[in-house]
């Protein structure tokens, strides 16, 4: 059995999460994660966990969150809060439903494409994405107010409506992905051997501390600490 206990926002009482039929039906793969890593088990003892697809955020966004409204010069080990590496886009629903059945607040930060119904394949084809239905279906779990987004509607809405569940991506007319903020491909441009992509946690981290918070980069950190700060409970979470 796995237990997480909470106090409640007052001091007067404390909240049991057991993981419920989430742990149930996924205890096998709980259980393989958990022993696999410490950092997936270590998630239920933070204040909040913020989720992201691979090593590049992994790498950058701990350099640039103190620099942030929202961070306030605050590192997020200052915050108790948890960068998680999803393991690239399939990974967020199972990690948002164990996130769910612990009670651990949570916010995600995803490239825009994510959210798509439909993605460009490496022979320039267009597919209808697999990981539409299982993204939208646990963000509409987490927010029940939430509409499903129709295949047509505008990448405005996808990110109005996804953001409602937690869920941000960069603030630009059609979707990036980290990579693809200006300030980023200028810098790996400039590289002495010109890359597309920071490939590992140290590469991110080099590339962060060379440059200011890019903009793009700050307005999502922002929302996404500013979901996981404010919750009052959160300050004596055991």
């Given at each position: 059995h796995v237990y997480r206990f909470q106090k409640e926002a007052n001091g007067?009482?404390?909240?049991?999460?057991?993981?419920?039929?989430?742990?149930?039906?996924?205890l096998q793969k709980v259980e393989n994660k958990f022993a696999s890593s410490i950092n997936v088990a270590?998630?239920?003892?933070?204040?909040?966990?913020?989720?992201?697809?691979?090593?590049?955020?992994?790498?950058?966004?701990?350099?640039?969150?103190?620099?942030?409204e929202k961070g306030k010069g605050q590192t997020l080990a200052d915050m108790n809060i948890a960068l998680h590496d999803a393991g690239g886009k399939p990974g967020f629903p199972f990690y948002l439903r164990l996130l769910k059945a612990f009670g651990i607040p949570y916010t995600v930060i995803g490239d825009g494409d994510a959210l798509l119904p439909c993605f460009i394949d490496k022979k320039g084809d267009t597919?209808?994405?697999?990981?539409?239905?299982?993204?939208?279906?646990?963000?509409?779990e987490l927010c029940p107010t939430?509409?499903?987004?129709?295949?047509?509607?505008?990448?405005?809405?996808?990110?109005?409506?996804?953001?409602?569940?937690g869920f941000y991506t960069y603030d630009t007319p059609d979707p990036i992905a980290?990579?693809?903020?200006?300030?980023?491909?200028?810098?790996?441009?400039?590289?002495?051997?010109?890359?597309?992509?920071?490939?590992?946690?140290?590469?991110?981290?080099?590339?962060a501390e060379s440059m200011p918070t890019p903009p793009l980069a700050k307005k999502v950190l922002n929302q996404a600490i500013g979901r996981l700060r404010p919750l009052p409970d959160l300050e004596e979470t055991k």
């Open positions: 007067t009482g404390t909240r049991i999460f057991s993981g419920g039929p989430f742990l149930r039906a996924e270590n998630l239920l003892f933070t204040n909040g966990v913020l989720l992201v697809e691979g090593a590049t955020e992994v790498g950058a966004f701990p350099i640039w969150i103190p620099q942030t597919q209808k994405s697999k990981r539409l239905s299982p993204l939208w279906k646990i963000l509409k939430l509409k499903i987004p129709q295949k047509t509607v505008s990448f405005k809405v996808l990110k109005r409506e996804a953001a409602r569940a980290f990579e693809e903020i200006p300030e980023v491909v200028a810098f790996l441009q400039g590289h002495a051997q010109s890359k597309k992509k920071a490939d590992t946690v140290h590469e991110a981290r080099l590339l």
